[in-house]
């Protein structure tokens, strides 16, 4: 039998598995899992930031495309621990991440000819439900070329980050309940543009029932824009 890869969700879902056994204390256990969560998608976000530094590019410094930029940074790092500094000749952008331990000071290069070779996948829609309430429905979109269970698991992953989040953790302390409809109205639209992922879509297509990860308490709430 071949051996999974100890990625991200296997690591957190055999961390889940064993507290329990290692301490009887489910306080202890929850805490311990949501610190050890933080730093993993911490040390995550920081290799992703380096590697698109080091390979990546954005195509222009039009201010619309350095705060979408800004945007992305701000909803893994934090928005008061970002600053994002366009070049006066436009070549690119000096970045400065600030983290508990350390200072994360980089550079992004602009390369137009990414604009020109890019080409754009068109939206599709992509209804979705939670199986405890199959008659409310968000009429999100999803990306041509992104299939619909992929794009459920897309949107799983993006909650389950979001409320890990500094926005996300900031919204629980405020009285915001951990619900999906709260997450759709709050998430970064940036989070979910990046996996290929839109609120909103006009037209009707079949319905897609979500499996959520085990890890995301979710429960769906009428006051969500829904059909």
């Given at each position: ?16 598995k ?7 204390d489910?306080h ?18 920081i ?10 590019a ?9 705060a979408?930029?800004?945007?992305d940074l701000?909803?893994k ?5 970002v ?6 000749n436009?070549?690119g952008?000096a ?10 000071s ?42 619909p ?8 992953k ?6 890990a ?16 409809a709260e ?25 897609k ?19």
């Amino acid at each position: 039998m071949k051996t999974k890869e100890m990625n991200e969700a296997l690591f957190l879902e055999l961390l889940q598995k064993v507290l329990p056994k290692a301490t009887k204390d489910a306080h202890l256990a929850r805490a311990i899992y949501d610190e050890v969560a933080k730093e993993v998608r911490l040390v995550n976000s920081i290799a992703a930031f380096e590697k698109f530094c080091a390979k990546e590019a954005l195509p222009n410094a039009e201010p619309e495309t350095v705060a979408n930029f800004q945007s992305d940074l701000a909803a893994k790092f934090g928005e008061e621990n970002v600053t994002v500094e366009p070049d006066e000749n436009g070549a690119g952008l000096a970045v400065e991440i600030a983290l508990p331990e350390r200072t994360l000071s980089s550079r992004v290069k602009v390369d137009p000819t990414i604009a020109e070779a890019e080409v754009k996948v068109p939206m599709v829609p992509f209804p979705v439900a939670l199986p405890e309430d199959p008659e409310l429905v968000w009429l999100l979109a999803r990306r041509e070329d992104l299939g619909p269970d992929e794009a459920a698991r897309a949107v799983s992953k993006i909650e389950e980050e979001f409320w890990a989040t500094k926005k996300g953790q900031q919204l629980q302390r405020e009285g915001v309940e951990k619900t999906f409809a709260e997450f759709i109205v709050n998430v970064p639209a940036s989070a979910l543009t990046e996996s290929g992922l839109k609120r909103y879509h006009k037209d009707p297509e079949t319905l897609k029932t979500l499996r959520l990860l085990p890890s995301v308490e979710t429960s769906a709430r009428p006051e969500a824009a829904a059909v």
